[in-house]
């Protein structure tokens, strides 16, 4: 089991909150990511980060941001949530030399209603 | 068109048979090739990675294979059991460090 945590693992909240996903790992990982996946779709990564201080979004254009402060945590934080971004939110890390194994954590389902 | 294509969509066996899930890919150039299960309501976890020059590869029950000339891959599960019922993605590594994903095949396995 990867030592890689997400809390909440479930969120309900109304439209226009401010929400944050934290996402942690303990296994010293440069690399981490946040993905977004639908039922039945495939994974579509929205943020990235190879190291402190380092972040870039990703393929697929999203309101959220990130940052990184420190190696082992990752959070991803919406600043007003509506319901468009109801979805499922894996967060993931790696480190070189593996050739790009992922090791991810167990998701946030979030629903804004 | 998706850059992975995963098929069947979803897939009903009986416990104790045998299925084989295909990968067909378009991205390059190709780096590797990973196979990943991913339960419901939980993250994806590596069970195999293909490079260029391997043409298959066991893990347990699992055996991948992978034709680089087709761009082509194939997860066979053997003796299916109902712990085998999940999501089985199929990610490829490519070009500088990007990775393209499948939607899965969902394996649903009945006693």
């Known amino acids: 089991e990867a030592d890689i945590y997400q809390t909440p693992r479930y969120l309900v909240i109304g439209t226009g909150k401010k929400i944050t996903l934290e996402c942690s790992q303990t296994?010293?990982?440069?690399?981490m990511y946040w993905y977004q996946q639908d039922p039945g779709m495939e994974l579509h990564l929205i943020h990235y980060s190879y190291g402190v201080n380092s972040t870039e979004k990703g393929d697929l254009s999203s309101e959220s941001t990130v940052s990184r402060i420190r190696t082992e945590h990752f959070p991803l934080t919406l600043e007003s949530a509506r319901p468009s971004h109801t979805s499922q939110y894996l967060c993931?890390?790696?480190?070189?030399?593996?050739?790009?194994?992922?090791?991810f954590g167990p998701g946030t389902r979030l629903t804004v209603l | 068109k998706n850059q992975v294509e995963q098929s069947p969509q979803s897939l009903i066996i009986l416990e104790g048979k045998n299925c084989t899930l295909q990968?067909?890919?378009?991205?390059?150039?190709?780096?590797?090739l990973r196979w990943y299960k991913q339960d419901t309501g939980r993250g994806p976890v590596s069970l195999t990675i293909m490079t260029f020059s391997e043409n298959t590869k066991s893990n347990g029950r699992y055996t991948a294979t992978l034709d680089a000339d087709t761009k082509q891959s194939s997860l066979h599960i053997t003796a299916s059991q109902l712990s085998d019922s999940a999501s089985y993605i199929c990610v490829v590594h490519y070009g500088n460090n990007r990775l393209a994903f499948g939607k899965g095949n969902q394996v649903v396995v009945i006693p």
């Open positions: 990968c067909n890919y378009t991205v390059s150039p190709f780096s590797n």
């Open positions: 296994m010293g990982h440069d690399k």
């Open positions: 993931a890390s790696g480190r070189p030399g593996t050739g790009v194994e992922q090791f």
